[in-house]
C-alpha cells in the first residue's frame, strides 16, 4: 500500500471573535510558558499516535478533513501551546513555549488501499506514512488525516513531548474531539507553576533515575547494528495476565505480604524476559526505568485541566544474576516498591534535582534517549490513557496506539484494539533477542499451563 501526502498547511488559532465563541475568556493565556522540569528532562522528540476510523462520517473522507481542520483552529485558541514554538524566555531566560500563534502543520493525504489492509496494524514503516514527518521540525504539532479507498481514514498525530505527557495530551484531543460536534471548550491551566524548583534548588534523595549511565564500552559498534533492529507487538489477553499476576503474588499471598498490580507483575514480568532474551549473565546492574504519573501523588493535587508533563520515574534496579534466579515475585516486588517510592517529598526532590543539574556547567542529566537500553529497559504504560472513546463524530477508534518504537529497549504497554482486557505491549529488540523474546515471554513461571498469548509480528 502506498500513502501520498499533500502539501502541508498551516492551522492557526482562530482570530479573538472566533475565540470568544470557541474559548470564553482567554485573556489570562500568558505571552511565554515557562517548561517545569518535568517538561525538561522528558526526551526531546515528538509523540507519535495513529487513531484508525472505519467510517468518516457524511459526506465521506472530504468532508471529514474540513470539520477536522476547522475544530483544530478552534481548539488552538484554548491549547494555544501548540500553535507556538519553543525558546527562552525574555525575562527569565528559562526555556519555555512562546505563544506566538505559528500554528501547526495539517496534511491530508491519500491511500490507495483499504483500512483492512493494515491489521492488525502492527509496528511497522507503513504506519509512520500516516504521520507527518517531525524529526526537526519547529512546529509543535504535527498532523495528518489519511483516507482509505473504503471511507475509512486515519490520524496521525506527532506531538511535541515537552509540551505535554500522555494524560495531557489525551485532554487536548477530546477537546478537539468536542470541538468537532460543536460542544465547548473547557479551559486549561496554563500555568506549570506548580512544579518549578525551589531557590536555591534543595534535592533530599538521590535520583539515579536522571542521571545519564555509563557509556558501553562497544556502544559505537552497537550504533552500526540498528538496522538489525525489530518491533514487534505482544498480545497478551485476559487469561494470561491473570496468571502472570498470580505467579507473580503466590509466595507473597503463602508469606502474608502485599499483592502486586497486574502493571506491576506484567513489568516484572517483561524485565526478566527481555534480560534473558538479551543473554545476559552475571552481576551486571540493570535497571528499569519506569514512568510514573504524578498528578494524584503531588500534595495538593494538580487541577485537573493543568496542562503539562507530570510524569517522575521510578528506578528499580538489580543484578542479572539475581533478576533471573529469584521467582518472580522478586521482580515484581522491586518495581512495586520502587514505584511506592514515588511520593510528594520525592517527586519535589526531583524537581529541585533536575533543576541544580541545569544550572550546573556540566549536567549529569539524560536529557535525550539513547539509541540502545541493554541492559536497562525503560517502561512506559498506555493502558490507562482514553485512546478508545475519542470519537470526533463518526464513531470511536478501531485502533488507537503509537505506529514505531524509535529504539532498543523501549517498552509501551497500550490498550489493545481487541478491547477485552488485553495488553498489547510494543518492543524494540535486536533480532536475535526478539527471537527468543517471542519464544519464552508467554511462559508463566511457576505455573504448568500453556497460555493463550500471541505475537503480533511487524511487517517490513
Known amino acids: 500500500m502506498k500513502i501520498e501526502r499533500g502539501p502541508p498547511r498551516l492551522v492557526k488559532p482562530y482570530d479573538c471573535c ?41 459526506g465521506g473522507g472530504d468532508a471529514a478533513v474540513v470539520v477536522l481542520e476547522e475544530a483544530l483552529g478552534k481548539v488552538l485558541v484554548e491549547y494555544q501551546e501548540w500553535a507556538g514554538r519553543l525558546g527562552r524566555d525574555v525575562e527569565t531566560g528559562r526555556p519555555a513555549i512562546e505563544l506566538n500563534d505559528e500554528g501547526v502543520v495539517f496534511v491530508e493525504a491519500i491511500a490507495d488501499g483499504l483500512l483492512r489492509e493494515v491489521f492488525p496494524f502492527d509496528p511497522s514503516p507503513l504506519l509512520l506514512d500516516m504521520v507527518p514527518p517531525n524529526r526537526g521540525v519547529p512546529e509543535l504539532l504535527l ?14 498525530v506527532a506531538r511535541h513531548h515537552q509540551v505535554a505527557d500522555g494524560e495531557a495530551a489525551s485532554q487536548f484531543m477530546e477537546a478537539w474531539a468536542s470541538a468537532c460536534k460543536g460542544l465547548p471548550i473547557r479551559p486549561i491551566l496554563h500555568d506549570r507553576g506548580a512544579l ?12 539515579d533515575e536522571y542521571k545519564k549511565p555509563p557509556p558501553k564500552p562497544n556502544s559505537e559498534a552497537l550504533a552500526t547494528t540498528l538496522p538489525t533492529l525489530v518491533r514487534k507487538k505482544l498480545h497478551f489477553n485476559p487469561e494470561t495476565l491473570q496468571r502472570i499476576k498470580s505467579s507473580a503474588v503466590k509466595e507473597n499471598d503463602e508469606r502474608g505480604f502485599p499483592t502486586y498490580t497486574t502493571f506491576e507483575s506484567l513489568t516484572g514480568h517483561l524485565w526478566r524476559c527481555i534480560t534473558k532474551a538479551r543473554g545476559l549473565t552475571g552481576d551486571t546492574a540493570t535497571r528499569n526505568l519506569v514512568a510514573v504519573n504524578g498528578r494524584r501523588r503531588l500534595s495538593p493535587s494538580l487541577p485537573k485541566n493543568f496542562f503539562g ?17 529469584e521467582p518472580l515475585s522478586y521482580a ?31 549536567p549529569d542529566v539524560a536529557r535525550s534517549r ?17 485512546l ?31 478491547q477485552d482486557g488485553s495488553i498489547d505491549v510494543l518492543v524494540g529488540l535486536f533480532a536475535d533477542d ?26 517490513q
Not at 482567554?26 to 467510517?55: I, K, M, N, T
Not at 517510592?341 to 534535582?353: E, F, G, Q
Not at 540502545?372 to 498506555?382: G, H, K, M, Y
Not at 477508534?397 to 504497554?413: D, S
Open 332 to 362: 515484581a516486588g522491586i518495581v512495586h516498591a520502587s514505584i511506592g517510592r514515588i511520593d510528594n517529598n520525592y517527586m519535589r526532590s526531583a524537581i529541585d534535582y533536575v533543576e541544580q543539574e541545569r544550572m550546573n556547567p556540566a
Open 309 to 325: 508533563n507530570v510524569i517522575f520515574h521510578a528506578n528499580p534496579t538489580t543484578s542479572v544474576r539475581r533478576l533471573l534466579e
Open 388 to 418: 478508545y472513546s475519542l470519537d470526533f463524530g463518526w464513531g470511536t477508534p478501531v485502533f488507537a496506539g503509537p505506529p514505531f518504537v524509535p529504539f532498543e529497549g523501549l517498552v509501551i504497554l497500550t490498550p489493545s484494539y481487541t
Open 370 to 386: 539513547s539509541t540502545v537500553l541493554s541492559p536497562n529497559l525503560s517502561v512506559t504504560s498506555w493502558v490507562q490513557l482514553p
Open 143 to 156: 498532523v495528518q488525516v489519511t483516507k482509505f479507498k473504503c471511507g475509512g481514514l486515519s490520524l496521525g
Open 18 to 58: 472566533a475565540a470568544g465563541e470557541a474559548a470564553g475568556d482567554v485573556g489570562a493565556v500568558p505571552r511565554w510558558v515557562g517548561l517545569s522540569s518535568s517538561d525538561l528532562v522528558v526526551p526531546v522528540v515528538h509523540v507519535e499516535v495513529v487513531y484508525a476510523f472505519q467510517g468518516s462520517g457524511d
Open 196 to 207: 518549578m524548583p525551589n531557590y536555591p534548588p534543595m534535592p533530599t534523595f538521590p535520583h
Open 434 to 459: 526478539m527471537a527468543k523474546l517471542e519464544s519464552i515471554c508467554f511462559d508463566v513461571p511457576s505455573n504448568d499451563v500453556n497460555t493463550n498469548g500471541s505475537v503480533l509480528h511487524e511487517k
